[in-house]
């Protein structure tokens, strides 16, 4: 049986909700956790298909195919890929720095804005929510998902930086935070099974667009968010994969010194 990855925020509630509400049958078995771990799990083999860091596709893409029409992606503000800072931004040159474990796209992304945009070389530390380690003496913490609205009611952070934001002012472009890639091996074995599974996330991300309010109600209290926050945060949200998609995730490889181009590595579904 083909495992599935799931990641444990509610961004990508929009995409499952067809399967949670139990619309959608699906016999497979979905493994959840944050992206980081997803990443490690399908370049291991431990899964076969999953959402997965698009910094961990760009780095590893020898590895994967990934679905056409799956994206977790923002045209601006994203809301829950927040960096806070108790100085403004320009002024964090060796200071401390701590970055979330649970990401390799907002971290690649936040490092590159902070040297190449702000000209600032930050001490950088590495931090967990489960573990419990960020120093409330940090000077700037980034932060992602779940945990991004649980710092917003941290009063000692008084800049916010939403890097979907800083993105598209940059490169005016949207931002590819994640894709849906599935391992190759896998497609090499079992090409009828991913192609059904295919079929069926489509047929979720239709039923779960069609039923965002049905999402809030049920999830915001979860986050700490009102029904109509959580509403707004889904309205910031694409799940496409379009061209436009595409040249953004390939601006961003040549940002990180890769030369891919996705289209090559698009499932022909």
Known sequence: MLKVGKIEYINVLPVYFGFIDGVIPFEYQFKEAVPSALNELLREG?????????????????????????????????KSVLFFSKLPIHQLHRKDVWLTKSSMTSRALIEYLLKNRYGVEPNYYYYSMKEGNLPKSATAVLAIGDDAFKFLKDKNFRFIYDLGEEWK???????????????????????????????????????????LKKIAARYAPRVGLTEKECMEYFKCLNYDFTNLHKKAINKFAQLLGFDIKVEKFLLSM
């Open 46 to 78: 431990k899964i076969d298909i999953s959402p997965i860091s698009s910094y961990e596709f760009i780095t590893n893409s020898e590895k994967y195919f990934l679905f056409p029409n799956f994206s977790i992606s923002s045209f601006g503000e994203v």
């Open 169 to 211: 002012n940059i490169y005016d472009l949207p931002f590819v935070f994640a894709v849906w890639a599935v391992r190759r091996q896998t497609v090499e074995n079992q090409p009828l099974s991913v192609k059904k599974i295919y079929n069926k996330f489509l047929e979720s991300k239709k039923y779960g667009l069609n039923h």
